[in-house]
């Protein structure tokens, strides 16, 4: 059962470029959806977060876009930089107990 | 430093021996869990614990086991390991199920 789907599988952008990342999901339970990136060889880690009070997120360069209606969020990345080359996955969990869905993710290659 | 530390990093063994991996979280948090990333590089949740209560054990195979001591350690027992197990097991802990996650480092395991 996919609860989170993310889309593009992989996605090339050039330098300077915005990078955009798409997530939906199912359950209208969920109420947190984080981003977090991974480098080749590294863990996970967080990048960016959102909670359905609001329908967008900026944290520099990166923003999230939230449609609570349409069951949509999106990651976008200004002025993508070849070192925001790595594989982005997107996050839905509840307050219920239930441990965190994440998308099959997207390879993102930055190329200068 | 506060962090979530596993071990061993790296691990090789031969089918149908018993393993076990290592967590410990020095952050002061509530949840931790173990994850399972294959080559594809999809995370599946496998166990999920708070303060030493499994509230959630997702359908893995029977071999697959977490034991916790307490809050700061989840460690993950495979009692006979299979060829599919091969994957990288990631360790992860947050406050609560819908906040940020910070993962370990990640073990590796390859069964031959």
């Known amino acids: 059962q996919q609860q989170v789907r993310q889309s593009p599988q992989s996605l090339t952008v050039w330098e300077g470029e915005t990078a955009i990342l798409n997530c939906s999901y199912e359950d209208s339970t969920f109420d947190y959806f984080p981003w977090y990136h991974q480098f080749p060889g590294e863990s996970p880690a967080l990048l960016i977060a959102i909670r359905p009070v609001s329908n967008k997120k900026e944290d520099g360069r990166f923003t999230i876009f939230f449609n609570k209606r349409e069951k949509k969020f999106s990651l976008h990345i200004a002025d993508s930089q070849p070192g925001d080359s790595a594989t982005y996955f997107c996050a839905a969990s509840d307050h219920n107990n239930n441990a965190p869905r994440f998308g099959a993710g997207t390879k993102l290659s930055v190329k200068p | 430093e506060t962090a979530v530390f596993q071990t061993p990093n790296y691990h090789v063994t031969q089918v149908g021996n018993e393993v076990s991996f290592n967590c410990k979280q020095t952050l002061g948090h509530d949840t931790m869990y173990w994850y399972k990333q294959d080559s594809k590089k999809l995370l599946k949740i496998m166990f999920s614990y708070n303060n030493k209560q499994l509230i959630v054990n997702e359908t893995v195979p029977r071999r697959f086991s977490p034991q916790s001591s307490d809050k700061a350690h989840l460690n993950l027992r495979i009692k006979s390991v299979e060829p599919e197990d091969s994957a990288v097991y990631l360790c992860?802990?947050?406050?609560?199920?819908?906040?940020?996650?910070?993962f370990g480092s990640g073990t590796r395991l390859l069964v031959i």
């Open positions: 992860a802990s947050s406050h609560r199920v819908d906040s940020d996650y910070t």
